[in-house]
C-alpha cells in the first residue's frame, strides 16, 4: 500500500463544514410583529385574551475536541450530518472529512473543534467501500437516480467479471463522473449537468490497492469490494467495469466500509448518538464516550514525546533543537506530545522540531477506546 505524504500548510476550509452564525439583532425577530394601524378598542374583535408569547433560549455553543464516526443511513447529505452533529453536542466547530453521496452508507468521520486540524490526514488515508453494480444500463449519473444512456441484454458471468478486474488494479486513469462536485472553470460539475450543458471532465491519476468480486445475487447484479486512495470515484469504476465487459452497469447500491483508521467498530449509528445524549442530559452517560480523541486520526505519522520547557516554547510557536537520544532520527511531520497530552503538529529536520498547528484542548475531549486489532 503506497503511502502519502502529507504537507502542513494551511488547510483549506473544512468540506461540509457548519460553521456558527450569530443574529445581529435588529429587525423584526420570529415572534415580533408590526402593530396594527388602529388597535381594536374595548368591546372590538375578539375579546379572548392573548396568551403571553414563551421566550426562545438559544443553546450556548462549548468547545467540543474529538471525532465522531456516524454510520450515516442512507438519503441523508454528509453536510446535513454535520449539522445534525454539531447540534446534538452544541459544538462551536464541525466538519466531515471526506463527503459521502446520499445514496451511500456508512463510514462519515465528523472532526469536531481542534480535530479539524487533522482533517488532511484523514482525506489523504485509504477508503474500503463495498458496492453492489446493476448490468444492463448505463446511467448519465453513474447511479441508480440517473437516466439512463447506454442499454444492454449482456449478463457477465463470474469468470468475465473476474478476468475484467485486473485492469482495474494499481495506479489507473479514471475520468470523474459528470455529476461530481469538481469545478470547471468556478461551476460545480453537478451544478452544468443538471443545466443540460455538456460536460467533459479530464481523466485523473487514482490508486485503486484491491478490487474483489464477492458475490452474483441474480444475472443483472454483482457485489464488489474495493480498497483505493484519495480522489477515487466508485460510480466511475463500475461505470467503466460495465463498459469494459460490455455489457453496461452502474451503482445501484454503496457502503463505505472504513476511511484509514475509522473502522466498522469505531461507527454509531445516529439513533445511538440520540439516546446517548439523552441520557448524558439526564446526567447518565457523558457524550464524551461517544468521541474518538483528536489524535486518533494521526495514526499513520509518528509521535514525539517532549518535555515541559520544549513544549512550552512549541507552544508558543517557536522552533525547539534537540539533541542526544531524544533527538529524531527523520525528516518530516510529527505529532507532539507532553506528558501524554496532544500539543501540537510540527516538521522535523535534522533534529529541528517547528510547530506548524498548535492545538488547543479546553473543553470536552474524546474518550473513546479504538477497539483492539485483533
Given amino acids: 500500500m503506497n503511502e502519502t505524504s502529507h504537507k502542513l500548510a494551511s488547510p ?3 468540506a461540509g463544514e457548519v460553521d456558527e452564525h450569530r443574529s445581529s439583532g435588529g429587525g423584526i425577530g420570529v415572534d415580533e410583529r408590526p402593530l396594527p394601524s388602529s388597535l381594536p378598542q374595548a368591546g372590538e374583535g375578539d375579546s379572548a385574551p392573548r396568551k403571553p408569547r414563551k ?3 438559544k443553546r450556548d455553543k462549548r468547545d467540543v475536541h474529538g471525532w465522531v464516526v456516524l454510520d450515516k443511513p442512507v ?3 454528509s453536510t ?3 449539522s445534525i452533529m454539531k447540534r446534538l453536542f452544541s459544538a462551536k466547530r464541525c466538519g466531515h472529512a471526506g463527503t459521502l453521496d446520499p445514496l451511500a452508507s456508512g463510514c ?21 467501500y463495498q458496492f453492489t453494480v446493476q448490468w444492463g444500463e448505463e446511467r448519465d449519473t453513474d447511479d ?3 437516466r439512463v444512456t447506454e442499454s444492454s441484454p449482456a449478463r457477465p458471468t463470474a469468470d468475465q467479471i473476474r478476468a475484467a478486474l485486473p485492469g482495474f488494479i494499481g495506479t489507473i486513469q479514471q475520468v470523474p463522473p459528470r455529476y461530481s462536485a469538481i469545478k470547471i472553470e468556478g461551476e460545480r460539475a453537478y451544478d452544468l449537468a443538471r443545466d443540460g450543458q455538456q460536460v467533459e471532465l479530464q481523466a485523473r491519476t487514482v490508486n485503486i490497492g484491491r478490487l474483489e468480486l464477492m458475490d452474483i445475487p441474480d444475472p443483472d447484479h454483482a457485489v464488489f469490494e474495493a480498497e483505493c486512495g484519495k480522489g477515487t470515484y466508485v460510480r466511475s469504476l463500475a461505470r467503466d467495469i460495465g463498459r469494459q465487459l460490455g455489457c453496461f452497469g452502474h451503482i445501484s447500491a454503496l457502503r463505505r466500509v472504513s476511511v ?3 473502522t466498522p467498530e469505531t461507527m454509531i449509528l445516529l439513533e445511538d448518538l440520540e439516546a446517548l445524549c439523552h441520557r448524558a442530559a439526564a446526567g447518565e452517560a457523558s457524550l464524551a464516550d461517544a468521541l474518538m480523541p483528536v489524535e486518533t486520526a494521526l495514526d499513520d505519522i509518528p509521535a514525539l514525546a517532549v518535555n515541559g520547557s520544549d513544549a512550552a516554547r512549541l507552544q508558543r510557536g517557536q522552533a525547539v533543537l534537540l539533541r542526544g537520544r531524544d533527538a529524531p532520527n527523520f525528516r518530516g511531520p510529527v505529532y507532539v506530545t507532553v506528558s501524554g497530552r496532544l500539543l ?3 516538521e522535523v529536520d535534522r533534529g529541528e522540531v517547528v510547530p506548524k498547528r498548535v492545538f488547543n484542548l479546553a473543553g470536552l475531549l474524546g474518550r473513546a477506546r479504538r477497539p483492539m486489532k485483533g
Fill in 12 to 14: 483549506p476550509p473544512l
Fill in 55 to 57: 421566550q426562545q433560549f
Fill in 75 to 77: 438519503g441523508m447529505t
Fill in 80 to 82: 446535513h450530518a454535520v
Fill in 108 to 128: 462519515l468521520p465528523i472532526a469536531m473543534g481542534e480535530a479539524t486540524k487533522t482533517v488532511p490526514f484523514v482525506m489523504d488515508s485509504r477508503k474500503l
Fill in 144 to 146: 441508480s437516480e440517473g
Fill in 260 to 262: 484509514g483508521g475509522f
Fill in 344 to 346: 501540537a503538529l510540527a
